[in-house]
């Protein structure tokens, strides 16, 4: 028996489907020959940026840039002239806005309705943005990894010979007389152990680095930052505080790592404030947390470098390998759960934040 308007299983359909609509992640527009719209669901809502009451019965190019306006408009009139579907039943992506002015990536799929001789045109649209980040991130681990075999090897043939030079650069130096070569066998020695300290760093940021777990109470180890710190913050004329929580706070993690973490951003910190300043390192927990603050008073961060903070080489220090936060922050999203990141207003100081979850004790 075929289904009449009105009657129940069909009436049971619509309401289905209508709820299906509602609820789902896709965002459904529908739009009439006139190109207005008449459905526009919670999904596109959440898409585009604009309420529901702002985009019923308007037409479409309110949402749309002028490019897409344009072919959409035109794709309609197509079919309507000449029932050409070209776009109905596929898929197409572009880059569209939000009713803020962001830019995204979308993927949509049309197709057609016939009522009573007229036709309405639906969208269904998929915010790409996540998916594009996704496969970016996936392209930039193989792009990494085929980095990391690059560095292996030339870090491989760079060392060897590096050793040498500083050796003989050394060996020199205890046999020259004249100060003027000494000064110079001074700076190809320093140089050289510039240099090996940046070929070390490289290897840490691109080789799959292995980490040993076990038990540890992060105040211990800030301990040992502080003491480890004190005396280069003294000549510095940096005044160290150390405030840890009065209880210890265990997590899972690699001591080793986790010191050269702290050790890097109190360096950081302490090559900030170049006239002196404060540096607190501090402890405390918050819900299944432990949180480790390392903060200071010196210049901040300019916001145009904020983003570039943690791409491996980016420094704004003369002397500077740029890889020090890169590195840490590795370390740090290699422990499960743990987070780094950074906080900075300029004038005032930064603040690094590291958060690891607390072990659960039995
Ligand atoms: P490097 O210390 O070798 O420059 P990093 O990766 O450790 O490399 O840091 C990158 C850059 O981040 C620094 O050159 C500096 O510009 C900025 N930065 C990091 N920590 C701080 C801080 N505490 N205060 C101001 N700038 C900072
Ligand atoms: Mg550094």
């Not at 540890?216 to 150390?242: F, G, H, P, R, W």
């Not at 901040?300 to 390998?321: A, E, Q």
């Not at 300029?346 to 979850?357: C, N, V």
């Amino acid at each position: 028996m075929r289904k009449k308007r009105g009657d129940p299983s069909s009436d049971r359909e619509s309401i289905i489907l209508r709820g299906a609509t509602e609820n789902t992640n896709e965002g459904f527009i529908t739009i009439d020959q006139h190109h207005q719209v008449i459905i526009f669901n919670k999904a596109a809502e959440k898409i585009f940026g604009y309420s529901r009451e702002e985009v019923l019965g308007k037409d479409l190019g309110l949402i749309l840039s002028p490019e897409c306006e344009q072919g959409h408009k035109q794709a309609v009139s197509r079919f309507l002239d000449f029932r050409e579907p070209k776009l109905i039943g596929h898929q197409t992506e572009f880059l569209t806005t939000r009713k803020n002015g962001e830019r995204f990536p979308l993927s949509i799929s049309f197709s057609v309705s016939e009522i009573e001789g007229k036709f309405y045109f639906t969208g269904i649209v998929r915010d790409l943005t996540e998916t594009k980040a996704l496969q970016e991130k996936i392209a930039q681990s193989e792009r990494l990894a085929a980095l990391g075999q690059l560095v292996a090897e030339i870090t491989h043939e760079i060392k060897n010979p590096l050793i040498m030079i500083g050796g003989f650069a050394r060996q020199l130096s205890r046999t020259v007389q004249d100060e003027k070569s000494q000064g110079k066998l001074k700076i190809i020695a320093d140089e050289v152990q510039r240099l090996e300290k940046l070929i070390l760093e490289l290897k840490e940021v691109y080789r799959p680095q292995k980490l040993t777990f076990e038990r540890v109470n992060v105040n211990t180890l800030l301990e040992e930052i502080y003491s480890l710190s004190k005396e280069d913050c003294k000549t510095a004329q940096i005044t160290l505080q150390l405030e840890t929580h009065q209880n210890p706070l265990f997590v899972e993690g690699d001591p080793g790592k986790l010191k050269q973490v702290f050790l890097n951003l109190v360096k950081n910190a302490l090559e900030a404030m170049e006239k002196g300043g404060t540096l607190t390192i501090h402890s405390k927990r918050t819900d299944n947390q432990a949180e480790i603050t390392i903060t200071d008073n010196g210049p901040g961060i300019p916001l145009k470098d904020r983003d570039r903070l943690f791409t491996p080489f980016f420094t704004t220090k003369r002397r500077g390998t740029g890889l020090g936060l890169s590195v840490s922050k590795k370390i740090i999203e290699d422990h499960p759960g743990g987070t780094l990141g950074l906080d900075s207003q300029e004038g005032k100081g930064t603040i690094a934040k590291i958060s690891l979850p607390l072990l659960r004790e039995a």
